[in-house]
């Protein structure tokens, strides 16, 4: 399973047997925590069913980058706005690697930045795709010690890709990705 989805999945599993536990005690409580539950299986089977589509989502094939991340912020459980400025689309593959570079990135945020709010932006600058996320999280983001943005890194790298991440601790983090443009 995909990181976020499998994430998703054992997060569900523990809210619910906490609810479980509360059940007698706090009534109330524990209706709240499998409410919440009930919209966390929503989101990992809409996780699933991108899955199962295959390496492209259908929107992202349909309607392009712009719609497929749109999708994905809606998605998030931090509210993201999602900005994308591009006059025409690159390379399927290149997509494809945005997509999935910012889905990593949003999964990050919702996992571990105990942000507000974030914030996607996709622009073209000269033979370069160029993506930036935000978030006013905590802060303390970094490639280092076999992270998972350590190997989202070497998998931009392996595509002439770059990956950039400013995270001081306390925050806002900024990660900004470069791709070649390949259109």
């Known amino acids: 399973l995909h990181d976020g989805a499998q994430a998703r999945l054992v997060a569900l599993a523990m809210d619910l047997g906490l609810a479980k536990e509360k059940l007698e005690e706090d009534p109330e409580a ?3 925590m ?18 199962a ?6 929107i992202l094939t349909d309607r392009g ?18 900005e994308v400025d591009l006059a025409a689309r690159p390379a399927p ?3 494809g690697i945005a997509y999935f570079t910012v889905s990593e990135l949003l999964q990050n945020i919702s996992k571990h ?9 996709v622009w ?3 033979d370069r795709l160029m993506l930036q996320v935000w978030d006013d999280g905590r802060g303390g983001a970094s490639t280092s010690g076999g992270s998972g943005l ?4 070497e998998r931009l790298e392996s595509v002439d890709g770059l990956l950039l991440v400013d995270s001081p601790a306390g925050g806002p983090t900024t990660v900004t990705a470069e791709l070649p443009w390949r259109a």
């Open 30 to 32: 524990a209706a709240r």
């Open 34 to 51: 499998v409410d919440e539950a009930h919209g966390e299986v929503k989101l990992a089977l809409q996780e699933l069913r991108d899955l």
């Open 53 to 58: 589509r295959g390496i492209h989502p259908a």
């Open 65 to 82: 980058l712009g719609p497929a991340l749109s999708a994905l912020a809606a998605r998030c459980t931090v509210p993201v706005t999602a």
């Open 93 to 95: 593959a290149i997509e």
């Open 113 to 121: 930045s105990r942000a507000a709010t974030a914030r996607v932006d």
């Open 124 to 126: 073209r600058s000269a």
């Open 150 to 153: 350590a190997g989202l890194a």
